[in-house]
């Protein structure tokens, strides 16, 4: 078929989490999150590009409390499935964050290997507090331990789109989580 004539919908072959799950469990992140800094009044909320910006825009609008964004750029996986190990900054913040208490919202920890990186990198400049946020994880997979202070969903060590996840830079407007039929899964984009 040609590219143009694909729905994308048809790609997947199980929904894993619904835009209703996804809805409601950004709503209670939100509010453990609004609750545990009622004292601070600097917050800032680092975006882990590309993936965690669906995740980041439901998110900050779910939280009632003032907070600052910011966005980070961070590869790690080339266009497919499988990690190349080596995590570099892409685009790096605007905000400087010493003294700030720095909240990361990531997409999923898969290995820990772009976290890792991140925490260090972000904990050298002297913020007042680090904090992560991410929508999944897959424990089965880690390689490097962090620890993850709010987390959406645990799931199981399949590779997945949608919200913001993507597939060779496609699929990340599904509004739903979901795993990709083999067929698809087995093209090297
Ligand atoms: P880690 O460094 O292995 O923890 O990988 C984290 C990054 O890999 C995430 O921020 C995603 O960009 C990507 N990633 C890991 N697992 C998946 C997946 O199942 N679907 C889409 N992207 C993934
Ligand atoms: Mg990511």
Redesign the pocket.
Known sequence: MKEAERNLRDDVSEILISEESLKARTRELAQEITDDYRQVDDLLLIC?L???FVFLADLSRELDRPHHLDFMG?S??GSG?V?SGA?RIVMDLKEDIAGRHVLIV????????????MLRTLLARSPASIRICSL?S?PS?R?VDVRIDYLGFEIPD????GYG???GEIYRNLPFIAVLKPEFFALTP
Do not use: H
């Open positions: 882990v590309k993936g965690a961070i790690s996986y499935t990690s995590v990531e997409d999923i920890i898969d290995s820990g290997r772009t976290l890792d990186y999944l897959k997979r390689e399949e590779f997945v789109v996840l993507d597939f």
